[in-house]
């Protein structure tokens, strides 16, 4: 059994000191330590969050931007290959012309030796049969 004398008020003020002493040398220190680390925390995971969506924001935009980039890819290729198609067609019926017209040429020249081949072996056909005939009758 305990007896209380005076050494326990002594011991009661000594508790009292001392706890007054670690709250003033240790404790507020460190629930201040706390504090500011909690305060610390928030405002960096406040930073977190404005990182996060700033960078949700900046794939959003980009994403955005490729696709529009995309599309007047697309709207470019098309359009240059529609040019493509008629500048070949404008080269095509061009070349046909000139074939048409290089075989035109071709084929009067063709006709005009074939008539001066025609000519000459018409010229010469009366001196041949002569010939021929004399050589039948033995004339010659």
């Known amino acids: 059994m305990v007896i209380p004398d005076k050494s326990i008020f002594i011991q009661f003020v000594n508790f009292l000191l001392l706890v007054v002493l670690l709250n003033w040398a240790l404790i507020k220190p460190i629930r201040g330590i706390i504090q500011k680390r909690k305060e610390l925390m928030a405002e960096q995971m406040g930073g977190i969050e404005r990182f996060t969506s700033d960078a949700e924001t ?3 935009d980009y994403e955005a931007a490729l696709d529009a980039a995309r599309k ?3 709207e470019v ?3 240059l290959k ?3 198609t008629a500048k070949e067609q ?3 019926s061009v070349a046909g012309q000139q074939a048409a017209a290089t ?3 071709a084929e009067a020249q063709i006709e005009s030796q074939v008539k001066s081949a025609m000519d000459v072996l018409k010229k010469d056909v009366d001196g041949y049969a002569q010939k021929a005939t004399d050589k039948i009758l033995g004339h010659a």
Do not use: F, P, T, Y
């Open 58 to 60: 900046k794939l959003r």
């Open 72 to 74: 007047e890819g697309v």
């Open 77 to 79: 290729r098309n359009q």
């Open 82 to 84: 529609a040019e493509g």
């Open 90 to 92: 404008e080269l095509m």
């Open 103 to 105: 075989l035109r040429e």
